[in-house]
Nanobody, 121 residues
Framework: QVKVVASGGGLVQPGGSLRLSCTAS????????MSWIRQAPAKGPEWVSS????????AYADSVKGRFTISRDNTKNILYLQMNSLKPEDTALYFC??????????????WGQGTQVTVSA
């Protein structure tokens, strides 16, 4: 019954911003690290960011460092990804998943449907 639902994607112009949300249920959300993963049609999955269970420690892929911010609200079981200064190469289907980088990347079956982000002029 573990479930994650990503939302908030859309079409934005280069340089624009977007905030993604991931609503989780069916597991003790506050006890788990969480991650964001993205995948473009012609590429394999790319780990984007992870956050620890308490929400006070985060890690980012070099490609998004300084532009994206991961956060979480453990009272609402929601994971967020604030994306600023978006680039066309950020275009991808974005997924949320339990665990840090290694665990989340190995658990594709639990990524859910994802939410599409398209960056284009």
């Amino acid at each position: 019954q573990v479930k994650v639902v990503a939302s908030g994607g859309g079409l934005v112009q280069p340089g624009g911003s977007l905030r993604l949300s991931c609503t989780a249920s069916g597991f003790p959300f506050s006890a788990y690290y969480m991650s964001w993963i993205r995948q473009a049609p012609a590429k394999g999955p790319e780990w984007v960011s992870s956050i620890n269970n308490g929400g006070d420690s985060a890690a980012y892929a070099d490609s998004v460092k300084g532009r994206f911010t991961i956060s979480r609200d453990n009272t609402k079981n929601i994971l967020y990804l604030q994306m600023n200064s978006l680039k066309p190469e950020d275009t991808a289907l974005y997924f949320c998943a339990t665990g840090g980088e290694s665990i989340s990347m190995a658990s594709e079956d639990n990524w859910g449907q994802g939410t599409q982000v398209t960056v284009s002029a």
